[in-house]
């Protein structure tokens, strides 16, 4: 069997094609976009997950010193005020209004909402055990979402309840955050998610992830 040569083509020096070469440098830009775009977002999930963070930490503050702001000096956890008392007490509207008012002011109420607050703040700061937070912060918000009732016109005396939107209100919001903070391994920038996922336990238990 003969083997025949390309009758264009000669044997000795060959020059590079230039077409690859524009290719190649034309992906460079892209490669380096792609991952300039990358950490941008990283560094804005984590900045998100700081500054969520601080208003589960700052609320927890707030209510137990009696910083001041939602809560009046004097009137802090520490001096024997009550965290759910205000806000459950008030509920006036909603399928749960009287189970808010039995549920006001009880000592677990305000040891679970108190250390949801803090467990939250402190997993959100630190990056680590989204998934949990995002789960226990959703149940949380959902609740507080109940509370406020947000579909309704009016409150059970029939005043007008001021409500601006039927679903989402910035307890939805929160919660969404939550889930995306989770979803997008947000702990791993400017936080101590990478060396948490590396721990034994997690590894074997990605839930705690």
């Given amino acids: 069997m003969a083997v025949h040569e390309h009758p264009h083509r000669r044997p000795g020096l060959h020059l590079p094609s230039f077409r690859g070469t524009r290719t190649a440098s034309a992906a460079e830009p892209t490669l380096s976009e792609a991952a300039g775009t990358h950490a941008v977002a990283a560094y804005s999930l984590a900045s998100l997950r700081l500054l969520t963070g601080f208003v589960f930490l700052w609320a927890f503050l707030d209510k137990t010193f009696g910083l001041g702001y939602a809560t009046q000096s004097g009137k802090g956890w520490i001096d024997g005020g009550s965290p759910t008392k205000g806000f459950l007490g008030s509920v006036a509207v909603g399928p749960m209004e009287s189970t808010f008012h ?3 002011g009880d000592p677990w109420a305000d040891w679970l909402f108190m250390l949801g607050l ?10 680590v055990a989204l998934r949990l937070t995002a789960v226990a912060g959703t149940v949380m918000m959902a609740l507080m979402w109940v509370a406020e009732w947000p579909p309704a016109r009016h409150l059970s005396d029939g005043s007008p309840s001021m409500s601006t939107n039927p679903f989402a209100e910035y307890h939805v919001v929160y ?18 998610g990478r060396a948490w996922a590396g721990l034994p336990l997690v590894r074997r238990s990605p839930w705690l992830r």
């Fill in 175 to 192: 919660a969404v955050v939550l889930v995306v903070l989770a979803a997008t391994a947000a702990g791993d920038t400017l936080g101590l």
């Fill in 102 to 104: 039995s549920w006001a």
């Fill in 118 to 127: 803090l467990g939250i703040g402190l997993a959100l700061t630190a990056g």
